[in-house]
T-cell receptor, first 115, second 116 residues
Framework: GQNIDQPTEMTATEGAIVQINCTYQ??????LFWYQQHAGEAPTFLSY????GLEEKGRFSSFLSRSKGYSYLLLKELQMKDSASYLC????????????????FGSGTRLSIRP | DTAVSQTPKYLVTQMGNDKSIKCEQN?????MYWYKQDSKKFLKIMFS???????INETVPNRFSPKSPDKAHLNLHINSLELGDSAVYFC???????????????FGPGTRLTVL
C-alpha cells in the first residue's frame, strides 16, 4: 500500500525553530516535495529532495533519508506568516509515466505560530 | 499575470445538476492535473493530462469527465452532482521531469464547490 504520515497539528513560538516530520511507505520513490498551504489558498512549492541529505533554502530546510522513508521540514526564525499547513508529497514512479507519475500528498500538518 | 487560473472560484449548486470548472495555465507546461481536497484536507489526484492525452485516471466516478482542448486548458465537467462532491477542486500544471529539475506543480487558486 501507500502511506504518507505527518502530525496533524503543531504549535510553535514566533522566533523559534520547528521541525515537521514526514514518513512514507510507497511502492516506488523518485522525489519528495514540501508544499505550504495557507488557509483558503492554493499549495505553493517549498522544497524538493531526491537524494539523501539536507537542502537549505533561506529559513527553510528539508532533509531526506530514503533508507528510512523519512523526511523533515525545518523552519527557523519563525514568523507569524508561517502559520499554514505543510504538505509532504512523494513521487511514486510505479504509478504512472516517468515524467508525470503520480505525486501522493500527505494530509498536511497545520502549524500555528503564537507570539 | 496569473500562472494557473480557474473559474469559477465558488460554485454553489443543487444535487443532480451538471456543472463545469475551467482551468488555464500560461506557463507552457506539458502536464495538467485535477485534485480534490476534502474537508480533512487530503489532496487527492483525480486526473492528469500530458499534452492533451489522459495519463492518470484515478478511481473517480464516471460522472467526472475531464476535457483538454489544448495543452494549456483542462476543464472538469461533473454530471449529476452529489452531496459528497462538495470539496475544493484544484487544477495544477507542471513541466515534464528533467534531469536536475523537479516537476514542481503550480496550483490554481481552487474552486470551492458546495452541493446542496
Amino acid at each position: 500500500g501507500q502511506n504518507i504520515d505527518q502530525p496533524t497539528e503543531m504549535t510553535a513560538t514566533e522566533g523559534a525553530i520547528v521541525q515537521i516530520n514526514c514518513t512514507y511507505q510507497t511502492s516506488g520513490f523518485n522525489g519528495l516535495f514540501w508544499y505550504q498551504q495557507h488557509a483558503g489558498e492554493a499549495p505553493t512549492f517549498l522544497s524538493y529532495n531526491v537524494l539523501d541529505g539536507l537542502e537549505e533554502k533561506g529559513r527553510f530546510s528539508s532533509f531526506l533519508s530514503r533508507s528510512k522513508g523519512y523526511s523533515y521540514l525545518l523552519l527557523k526564525e519563525l514568523q507569524m506568516k508561517d502559520s499554514a499547513s505543510y504538505l509532504c508529497a512523494v513521487r511514486d514512479p510505479s504509478r504512472g509515466y516517468s515524467s508525470a507519475s503520480k505525486i501522493i500528498f500527505g494530509s498536511g500538518t497545520r502549524l500555528s505560530i503564537r507570539p | 499575470d496569473t500562472a494557473v487560473s480557474q473559474t469559477p472560484k465558488y460554485l454553489v449548486t443543487q444535487m443532480g445538476n451538471d456543472k463545469s470548472i475551467k482551468c488555464e495555465q500560461n506557463l507552457g507546461h506539458d502536464t495538467m492535473y485535477w485534485y480534490k481536497q476534502d474537508s480533512k484536507k487530503f489532496l487527492k489526484i483525480m486526473f492528469s493530462y500530458n499534452n492533451k492525452e489522459l495519463i492518470i485516471n484515478e478511481t473517480v466516478p464516471n460522472r467526472f469527465s475531464p476535457k483538454s482542448p489544448d495543452k494549456a486548458h483542462l476543464n472538469l465537467h461533473i454530471n449529476s452532482l452529489e452531496l459528497g462532491d462538495s470539496a475544493v477542486y484544484f487544477c495544477a500544471s507542471s513541466q515534464d521531469l528533467l534531469a536536475g529539475a523537479p516537476d514542481t506543480q503550480y496550483f490554481g487558486p481552487g474552486t470551492r464547490l458546495t452541493v446542496l
